[in-house]
């Protein structure tokens, strides 16, 4: 048997590279986080999607966040879906009756999401959106970035936010109506038509 001197570096092997997690599966999903809307209300609209890797393959292990304001503009100040029962601690889920304005949605196994909200409605200058954070593989920090649904193409063109955006990437920030109250927008985490992700400081 040949012994090796592991002292010095030129004889100590690579060892193989490992990403942190990830581990969304565990604590964060909540039974119901896609019905963002309460169940039934006949101003739902649906947004879904992929997310992408800079293959263009989808994660089937990503986490989608999603908050915005109540069709009027106003931030739902609600108690949100991780309502607890005082007496014995269990899981509530949201009440079914008031709009919280906040989803999380683990993508499923092809890579697919999908949420049941109300359109969001204007806040100052900014065009209606709804605010997206993105937790997937390989990132050591989560990903914002906004949907912003079509429809009103003056105030899309007037947003502060997307008129900084270069012009060839602004439709990477606008969902594709598909009809029936249905949107469409995938996150490309990188690559060709990658999705815009916002910095906050």
Same mark, same amino acid.
Not at 52 to 68: F, I, S
Not at 148 to 155: F, I
């Given at each position: 048997?040949?012994? #090796? ?19 969304? @599966?565990?604590? *964060?999903? &909540? ?5 963002? !809307?309460?169940? @039934?209300?006949? /101003? ?18 990503? *986490?989608?966040?999603? +908050?915005?304001?109540?069709? /009027? =503009? ?17 899981? %509530?889920? $949201?009440? =079914?009756?008031?709009?919280? =304005? ?6 499923? !196994?092809?890579?697919? +999401?999908?949420?049941?909200? %109300? ?15 993105? &937790?997937?593989? @390989? ?7 906004? #949907?912003?649904?079509? @429809? /009103?193409?003056?105030?899309? !063109?007037? /947003? ?13 920030? #606008? ?12 996150? $490309? ?7 815009? &992700? %916002?910095? &906050?400081?």
């Amino acid at each position: 048997m040949t012994k #090796i001197d592991t002292s010095r570096p030129e004889n100590v092997l690579p060892t193989p590279s490992h990403t942190v997690g990830p581990f969304y @599966g565990y604590a *964060l999903p &909540f039974r119901g986080g896609e019905d963002i !809307a309460p169940l @039934g209300h006949p /101003d739902t609209i649906t947004v879904h999607g992929y997310v992408l890797d800079g293959e263009g393959r989808p994660l089937p292990d990503a *986490l989608v966040e999603l +908050w915005g304001p109540d069709p /009027d =503009g106003k931030l739902p100040t609600t108690d949100g879906s991780m309502r607890r029962d005082p007496a014995s601690g269990g899981f %509530l889920g $949201r009440n =079914g009756v008031e709009f919280t =304005g906040f989803g999380r949605i683990q993508t499923d !196994a092809d890579g697919h +999401w999908y949420a049941r909200t %109300l359109r969001p409605g204007a806040r100052g200058r900014n065009a209606p959106y709804v605010s997206v954070c993105v &937790f997937a593989r @390989g990132l050591l920090v989560h990903l914002f970035t906004r #949907i912003y649904l079509p @429809g /009103d193409e003056a105030a899309l !063109a007037a /947003d502060p936010l997307l008129s900084r955006v270069d012009e060839g990437r602004r439709d990477t920030l #606008i969902a594709a109506e598909e009809g029936n109250g249905t949107y469409r927008f995938d996150i $490309r985490l990188q690559g060709e038509g990658e999705t815009v &992700f %916002l910095e &906050f400081q």
